[in-house]
T-cell receptor
Framework: EDKVVQSPLSLVVHEGDTVTLNCSYE??????LLWYKQEKKAPTFLFML????IEKKSGRLSSILDKKELFSILNITATQTGDSAVYLC????????????FGQGTRLTINP | EPEVTQTPSHQVTQMGQEVILRCVPI?????FYWYRQILGQKVEFLVS????????KSEIFDDQFSVERPDGSNFTLKIRSTKLEDSAMYFC??????????????FGDGTRLSIL
């Protein structure tokens, strides 16, 4: 059975701290790993990773994939209160209409 | 930025009733999906749809569920006879592997379905 596990489940830090969120997976037919930010409603797309060792970066957020060890990390530097959200990791399978298998999410709280 | 829109935002229905959840995917996207998230649990895949037919469905997507693309813009999920355990947030998503970022699914705000 395909499985995606995120850690920690919950994290509380102070504004300005750097955080690292983890995602490990065991799936058949791996094609891509995606990170989403879920605040109140829709998961909002952050990154899509398909190749090992290539960092994706967007502002203070960055992510990298290790296909040998089957995990990914999401880093957020200089955190702000607006970064408070649930961060979801999902893994996609075969090409085309690929179903996503989600982890349980990491709830990140940034205190001022 | 184009987005996936879903209606209604909240649906309250009596057990045993039929419900239709509506979605307008991003224009020119070719792949459509439904997911659900029971309160406090993971987001779960229900079904994917491409070229007017189901590509894949999960065990959750039994005979009580159906999907349809009735016209060029809408994508619907129908639950024929709702059960208490169908109460959840239902998300619609769409993607197009030929558009960057390749294949990333974009989600709507969801419909919160409450079965009484």
């Amino acid at each position: 059975e395909d499985k995606v596990v995120q850690s920690p489940l919950s994290l509380v830090v102070h504004e300005g701290d750097t955080v690292t969120l983890n995602c490990s997976y065991e799936v058949t037919n791996f094609r891509s790993l995606l990170w989403y930010k879920q605040e109140k409603k829709a998961p909002t797309f952050l990154f899509m990773l398909t190749s090992s060792g290539i960092e994706k970066k967007s502002g203070r957020l960055s992510s990298i994939l290790d296909k040998k060890e089957l995990f990914s990390i999401l880093n957020i530097t200089a955190t702000q209160t607006g970064d408070s959200a649930v961060y979801l990791c999902a893994v996609g399978g075969i090409q085309g209409a690929q179903k996503l298998v989600f982890g349980q999410g990491t709830r990140l709280t940034i205190n001022p | 930025e184009p987005e996936v829109t879903q209606t209604p935002s909240h649906q309250v229905t009596q057990m045993g009733q039929e419900v239709i959840l509506r979605c307008v995917p991003i224009s020119n996207h070719l792949y459509f999906y439904w997911y659900r998230q029971i309160l406090g649990q993971k987001v779960e895949f229900l079904v994917s749809f491409y070229n007017n037919e189901i590509s894949e469905k999960s065990e959750i997507f039994d005979d009580q569920f159906s999907v349809e693309r009735p016209d060029g813009s809408n994508f619907t999920l129908k639950i024929r006879s709702t059960k208490l355990e169908d109460s959840a947030m239902y998300f619609c998503a769409s993607s197009d592997p030929d558009r960057p970022p390749n294949g990333a699914q974009h989600f709507g705000d969801g419909t919160r379905l409450s079965i009484l």
